[in-house]
């Protein structure tokens, strides 16, 4: 079965960088786009940034613009999202998601990981 796996999130301080990967197994990686999403409690999945399935077009929310970057290697079946300057609004659990073309609505995902928890102490 499909399976998405995040990893690299932790707990950093204001101005750190983290990596998080995206590793997927039991599908052609190469022919989905990937997106990246985090969810605080109580509040609804937004939308982080997106890739599509060649690495050439990519996406980003207004709010992490300049800061993150999403990159894939599709010889790997993994997607990275590179996190700079991290803030403590960043806090979330981020999720990656797999889908046919790179959205921004979580709607038109068909495959979920279980999320990795990014804490950003001020």
């Known amino acids: 079965q499909v399976q998405l796996v995040e990893s690299g999130g932790g707990l950093v301080q204001a101005g750190d960088s983290l990596r998080l990967s995206c590793a997927a197994s039991?599908?052609?990686?190469?022919?989905?786009?990937i997106g990246w999403f985090r969810q605080t409690s109580g509040k609804e999945r937004e939308f982080v940034g997106a890739?599509?399935?060649?690495?050439?077009?990519?996406s980003y929310a207004d709010v992490v613009k300049g800061r993150f970057t999403i990159s894939r290697d599709n010889a790997k079946n993994l997607a990275y999202l590179q996190t700079d300057s991290l803030k403590p609004e960043d806090t979330a659990v981020y999720y990656c998601?797999?889908?046919?073309?790179?959205?921004?609505?979580?709607?038109?995902?068909?495959?979920w990981g279980q999320g990795t928890q990014v804490t950003v102490s001020s």
């Open positions: 039991g599908l052609t990686f190469s022919r989905y786009g």
């Open positions: 890739i599509n399935w060649s690495g050439g077009r990519t």
């Open positions: 998601a797999a889908g046919i073309d790179s959205y921004r609505a979580p709607a038109n995902y068909a495959y």
